[in-house]
């Protein structure tokens, strides 16, 4: 038992700061904490994420959370004057610029409890570190800002913890500002993530009043006194709260009655509801993900961090809880099968290698065991690629810092040095196994710059960052552009490229040049093509034949996205080893529109028939048919060409709307919503990727540095015709095209 426990029990605190010197001048401390991890059982095992929108304090949330529980001994902040910066934001872009831009993994001890926590960046444009994040955990924390509430990435966050299943826990933080709601922030946890949500903690007090909370399941004041907030002092409920704390409650249990038979059955019954038995509700409920409990505190000003622990303790999953599969293949079949989650090693090893990151001593891999037990110097195998790779390196994760272990167990989250492989890929400890586990979801790239070296002698380290940078991200794409003779990098956004590009500067000593953004239009066909082609080439010996016919097609505009293949043939005409050909052919000719050289989308190629030859007929011959059928398409069909819309929430002070406004329909934006409160408002509209470029700034100068808007990929649609036009000419000089009509 640490110092830190001991004195929690001895003095019946969370913590003791004055103790924080004498704990971490032992040098033995990281290793009993190692030691301490290394021996748990399931239910003593919490692994979880803090998810939220930009600036709502998820990176303050954990630095508090790691003081409390004796992880770190000093408190720093995010934008802090001493220049240090925050734990987990280990980068020194992060602390120069105050924000998060890669997941962040440590661990630490609460009430005798291992909880691995991963922090998140806030940005759209780093969503990928998000997904890989939620992929590999068991329960999250979804932060939300008292003042700012429901904002776009906290929806998006949402919608990824719904894809991963994961329960959650809400944390409404900052009740400390100017404008904290609480009560509207419920309600648009309600409305617009449509939550089954209910306080299970009041505040005492908002804004500069802001004292401490009310726990509304125990029916119990707390206030966090002491020089950082680490003596938490029960207290009687304010004799002004009780009637407010008597309807949440009630609120609490109709929410939970609900959704929990067992309470709702004593509920109805008029039976004595007791605190274990609304917890109980609160535990089984939010592991279904049908009700979120939500708790308010403010993590600047050290109140409610404490509770929102035990909070993680009682109602969030142990790993034996959440049910993990994996997929089997036999024979020409994929079996689901349950993995089993004792910490024992009776069971083979299953882990998922769910991020790389290129460290000091080579390249690191994060892996969460689901089964099994793994040792250091054990073997495992890649079940994609079929490779077997030696551990010699086992560690646990403190932010930037390594902690070496010998062994790690189901449910843990760890990291290993020296494997080559690619993130997503699954690894066992029996050869040939066939098991592998699902990946995380990659979105498209949405935008792409032109990239090049300042000085010609740095090539050798601007290929070293791009290969480096690309393999950890799999969002952040790099490819020589044929067509315009240029290195193109593909991104989720203006500040995914831009920091990659100080990463390379920093880290390589490579200054590079940033092009004008590309957006990645797409072009699609707007009206059906019959196609019937013949490919007929005879040189002496063995020539090549081939016939295709069918139709291409439209898909629905909801699936403009996507690109289809059928083969509708029937009897022997086109043989079948000869289809794949024509599906090579067709998704070749995908790749590049004749219109501006963008990705065609959004269409289905039908193979209805076709005619082959005994001798001349090769699978090489289709491809070759079916790129001549497409290029008649491409100038013969009616095409047209989309562009990406992206939603944008803006949020700024009451005074400068109309000029935000203003600049949006500039832009030709389209406003779906706005909500004012507090003298702030939010604008929610739709704008063309294509020009959204430079409105950073535009904002910034038009509300004196106050405003702030995000944005996100919604669909793509038909762009205007003069943006058509612009597009379709630009390509055609680039690449010296002399076309006399383009047929609409």
């Not at 979880?48 to 004796?70: M, N, P, V």
């Not at 991963?164 to 617009?192: E, S, T, W």
């Not at 009451?654 to 409160?677: C, H, P, Y």
Request: glycine share 8%; aromatic share 8%; proline share 3%.
């Amino acid at each position: 038992m640490t110092i830190i426990t001991i004195l929690r029990h001895k003095f019946n605190l969370n913590i003791v700061s004055q103790v924080h010197s004498h704990v971490f001048k032992n040098s033995r401390f990281s290793s009993n904490f190692a030691k301490h991890a290394e021996h748990k059982e399931l239910d003593k095992i919490r692994n979880i994420g803090i998810s939220a929108h930009i600036d709502s304090g998820k990176t303050t949330l954990t630095e508090r959370i790691l003081f409390y529980t004796g992880r770190i001994s000093e408190m720093h902040e995010v934008k802090g004057k001493d220049n240090v910066g925050a734990t987990m934001d280990s980068m020194e872009l992060e602390r120069q610029r105050g924000i998060t831009i890669q997941s962040a993994a440590t661990y630490t001890l609460w009430k005798d409890y291992n909880i691995n926590i991963i922090d998140t960046p806030g940005h759209v444009d780093f969503t990928v570190e998000v997904e890989r994040a939620l992929r590999v955990l068991d329960g999250a924390v979804l932060v939300l800002c008292a003042v700012g509430g429901v904002q776009s990435q906290t929806m998006t966050v949402n919608r990824q913890m719904k894809r991963y299943n994961v329960p959650c826990l809400a944390f409404i933080n900052k009740l400390d500002r100017l404008g904290a709601n609480h009560k509207r922030v419920i309600n648009q946890m309600r409305g617009k993530l449509n939550h089954n949500a209910a306080f299970i903690q009041l505040p005492i007090g908002l804004e500069n009043n802001c004292k401490g909370i009310v726990d509304i399941v125990s029916q119990k004041a707390l206030y966090f006194e002491g020089n950082y907030g680490e003596v938490v002092r029960e207290d009687e409920i304010p004799a002004d709260m009780r009637a407010e704390v008597n309807d949440a409650k009630q609120e609490l249990i109709e929410h939970l009655s609900n959704v929990d038979d067992n309470l709702g059955e004593k509920y109805l019954n008029e039976v004595q509801i007791l605190e274990n038995d609304i917890k109980d509700a609160i535990r089984r409920s939010c592991i279904k993900r049908t009700f979120t409990p939500v708790l308010v505190g403010t993590a600047l000003k050290n109140k409610g961090v404490q509770p929102l622990l035990d909070a993680v303790l009682d109602y969030l999953p142990n790993p034996a809880e959440v049910d993990n599969y994996a997929f089997e293949g036999k024979k020409d079949e994929t079996v689901k099968i349950l993995l089993k989650s004792e910490r024992n090693s009776k069971n083979p090893f299953v882990g998922l290698a769910f991020k790389l990151e290129a460290g000091r001593f080579g390249q690191l891999t994060y892996f969460r065991s689901y089964q099994g037990m793994l040792n250091k110097s054990d073997t495992l195998y890649n079940t994609r690629t079929c490779r077997k790779v030696r551990v010699q390196r086992l560690v646990r994760l403190h932010a930037n810092q390594m902690e070496d272990v010998e062994k790690v167990y189901a449910g843990d989250i760890f990291a290993v040095f020296g494997i080559d492989c690619a993130s997503g890929d699954t690894f066992v400890s029996v050869p040939n196994s066939k098991i592998s586990m699902e990946s995380i979801y990659v979105p498209d790239a949405v935008i792409s710059m032109s990239i090049q070296p300042k000085n010609s002698k740095d090539r050798d380290s601007f290929a070293k960052g791009m290969a480096r940078f690309t393999k950890e991200d799999p969002t952040f794409r790099f490819e020589f552009d044929v067509d315009n003779k240029e290195s193109v990098v593909s991104g989720m956004g203006e500040l995914h490229l831009e920091i990659y590009g100080q990463r390379l500067e920093r880290e390589y000593n490579c200054p590079i040049i940033l092009g004008k953004p590309k957006v990645s239009f797409r072009e699609i066909l707007r009206e059906p093509y019959q196609f019937d082609y013949l490919h007929k080439k005879q040189s002496g010996g063995a020539g090549q034949f081939a016939r295709v016919i069918g139709i291409v097609e439209p898909l629905p505009p909801d699936q403009n996205t996507k690109v289809e293949f059928r083969d509708e043939t029937v009897g022997t005409n086109v043989p079948k080893q000869f289809i794949p050909g024509v599906q090579k052919g067709f998704m070749h000719m995908c790749e590049h529109g004749q219109l501006s050289g963008h990705k065609v989308s959004g269409i289905r190629f039908r193979l209805i028939d076709g005619e082959h030859h005994c001798v001349d007929s090769s699978e090489f011959a289709f491809i070759l048919a079916t790129e001549g059928a497409m290029k008649d398409a491409f100038r013969e069909g009616s095409w047209q060409l989309l562009e990406p819309i992206m939603t944008v929430e803006v949020s700024a002070p009451m005074e400068f709307q109309g000029a935000i406004v203003a600049q949006i329909t500039k832009r030709g934006g389209i406003v779906l919503n706005t909500d004012a409160s507090e003298g702030w408002f939010t604008l929610v509209a739709e704008v063309a990727l294509n020009d959204m470029f430079g409105y950073s700034g535009e904002l910034r100068s038009s509300t004196q540095g106050k405003g702030e808007f995000t944005m996100e990929y919604c669909r793509y649609k038909p762009c205007l015709p003069n943006v058509e036009q612009r597009l379709i000419r630009d390509y055609q000089i680039a690449n010296n095209i002399v076309v006399a009509e383009v047929k609409n």
